[in-house]
């Protein structure tokens, strides 16, 4: 049961979830939180194959790569929107359209 | 067995809790039920002996990010407006049917493939996957390989950090005027 | 001397300087305009005397000559040859004639600083002189048909300019058009023979001329109409038109008395000395042409009614210019007469005299007019029955004019006396030899008569009896001697003396001086023999002055002029009697004119009354004007005129130009659908719409919405994924 194709199947159904989020959802903060998601799943690939494949450490180097850009990803972001929030009185993504303020 | 029985909970927390981020119209719900796929990706890293990065996992995640985007979301009132925003029935291209025969579709042949993709690499590494079962504490392994072989990668990313930390204090800091 | 360009060509080059510079500084520096002018005539005047001096002299030769060239437009090609010289031909006439011109205009130059003093375009009017001026000069200068031709063109813009001077007044541009039109019609005939002669001789320079002529080169005909006309009739006739049109002779006379409208000086200079006088140097120049031509008859005729005519036109004028101006065209016609019966020599010598004591009364009559000042209409008199008795107040000016007058009635011991003697003499042979000349020689004779008389008539009206203007009289101020007003007047009227001319002062032998040895003008002025020119000397006209002077023999007064003992005593018989009686015509106009207007025992409005007829055919000038304006103008130009308008507007305007229209509107449909269709909306229409096309792609690409992005990443990865999981 502890497996390779489970953990790639868990992956994968967290990786469509994410990027479904990304897709429907227009809150800016909840694409944030689907890229979460979507990292979450590549983090797991990583530590699956390094185990079921390699057996040695990189991928959890990876990994843990992979979670300190998605805090720093995450709080980047979330000032952006706070930013966003400030200068526009909203969080749609929709509003979102132009480079310039 | 242990292993079994943490596994399948953590399997059936993580793709649970994701169908209920996906599903619910509270943001602030999501975020919520974010923070258990994210427990559960944990314990799916228990399960294959990455006890630091699990470890790691839940400080991070669920005691930064997850408290971030609280704060966000109360920032920015999100929660508030939550049906007119974000509910899946307010978009008009999510409303219909063909968009979701579209997407479903879509999944189908990404997953077809994926999983012809994995099949292959499964079948090769067969004797593998029983071989690697002996679990033990990674966490001095990952010290000694951060500090030694990713030592340009480690301290780069602790320069991202830092820049990730400025940044953000400067971008969110409200206008002097 | 040598004639180098240094030397010659400044005699007309320096009024042409004074003219282009005038033309600038005119307006700004009058005085000093002014003075370049009559500096730059007078310089002239110099150097002609030079040439004056070396020819007569020291050279003193009759058949002396001086040819010089220089090539102006040489566009030969290996088979045809295509070269025009321009030159100077030198010979005892040019000579005279330059010393002439010069000094007559010299004077007038002086005389205008004090005519047109207070006029508005003082300055102007010396711009034009000097251009006429270096035209005239040229002219008496060139060596071939062509640049006289061009001078000749030149002269006729400063008579046109000069006649309209006044243009503010009614009549003036009229006039000046009237002149320069009429001029033309014997302009183009003078162009069509310089074309011909081209054509036969291949140059147009004199020398060639006589040459060809010597050659026989004029012997064959032209057929014209059908007509077998010898060319050389064709070619002298066509010159001799010019110089009808250019001298106001007969048919084309009417052109002179509207030229009275000019300045007085200007009518002293233009259409009394030089320019028109032009017209006969230039019969004098082809002289041998019209020999050859055979042409000489009707060249009598012409002058002789040309002289009657005018002459008795001259008879009814009141008008004190409009009588010298018809006394112009009756002298004129005296020298084409002269021309005409072969005596080369007196119609040349009365072409001079006739210049100076014409310029000399044109400017008596302009210092009369100019004294005579209308205080209501602030105009100048020109009237005579305004006139009388101003013999008290213009001393000098009478002195001056009463020469004058005497000199063109031909009284003894003047100027007129011998050179129109001279002319009427050998009218009077050739009548004896031809009947046919027995009519140009009585006319001469008549209009001697008439000459005579109406020249006194206005010497009576002008400046003896009671004034008939008082007011006008009393207005007027003394004259005193003034150096530009009167002194020039006097100076001419010494000239009038015969003594100056001939060898013997009446010209016909019976008083001789320095045992009649020193007759210069009979002796020097010779018609060209064309044999002589068979193998002519020309230069180069450079400036270098060390050429070989030609040694020419020194001519002796010759009295029978070549003839046997028997024909020089009848020549010599014919002259006396013709100048007894022209000496008993002279005075009998004289005493004629004495007793009308002088002592007034006969009543001169009893004789208009008698023939009131002829009367008023004179004062409309035998109707010439009424005859070219109603029958020639608007009878036949005019229709010829609506004939051509006609073709043009009905006929090719219509067919050709519409018609051409048509082809065009239909290549216009067609260019304009191909425009509408083609070009315009496929390629324009179809650019901006390609260009909206892409936009609309581009900006649906472009929205700027991240989940739009999102998805397109997404099916790329996908497809990626896709390509790689599929080989």
Redesign the interface.
Known sequence: MISLPSYLFISFLLFVAGMFVMIARKNIVAILLGIELILNSAALNFVAYTKFVNNNLDGHIMSLFIIVIAAAEAAVGLAIVIRFYQLRESVHIDDATQLQS | MFEQILFLLSATATIGFTVAVVGTNNLMHACMYLLGTLFGVAGLYATIGADFLAATQIVVYAGGVVILMLFAIMLTGGAEDKKNRFGIEKIPSMGSTKTYIVAGASVLIIAMIVLKMTANIHTANKDLAVASTGNESTVFNIGSLLLTDHILAFEISSILLLGALVGAAIIARPKRN | MDYSFSNVALIALLPFFAFVINAFIVKKFTKLAVTISCLAIFSSFLLACRIFKDVVFDVYSSEFYVHKYFNWIDISSATIPFKINMGIYIDNMTAIMLLMVTGVATLIHVFSTYYMHDDARFGRFFVYMSLFTSAMLGLVLSDNLLSVFIFWELMGFCSYSLIGFYYEKEGAGNASMKAFMTTRVGDVFFLVGILAIWNIVGSVSFVDIYAALSQGKFAHDIMIFGLGIPVATFAAFSIFMGTIGKSAQFPLQVWLPDAMFGPTPCSALIHAATMVAAGVYLSLRMFPLMEAGHLLTFIAYIGAITAFGAATIALVQTDIKAVLAYSTISQLGYMVLGVGVGAYNASFMHLITHAVFKACLFLAAGSVIHSLHDHHTHEHVQEMPRMGGLRKKLPFTFIAMMCCTLAISGIPFFSGFVSKDRILGDALLAALHHKVMWVPAVLGFAAAFLTAFYMFRMMFLTFFGEPRDKELYEHMHEEHLQLNSNVPLLILSIFTLGVFYSGSLTGQGFIKVFKGNYEWFGTLVEKPHVANFQDHKRQLWTMDSSVDREEFKHSRYDEKHGKTEEEAHHVHQVHLIGALMSIVIAFSGVFLSFLMYGKKSLNPAFWTGLFSGWYRGLLNKYYFDTFYIKVVIQKMLLPLNNFLAFIDMGIYDRYAIDGWENVNRWFYTVAKWFDNLVVDTVAVDGTGASVRLFNVVLRTLQ?????FY??MI?LVL?SY??A???N
């Open positions: 929205s700027g919405k991240i989940q999102f998805i997404i996908s994924i896709w790689i999981g599929s």
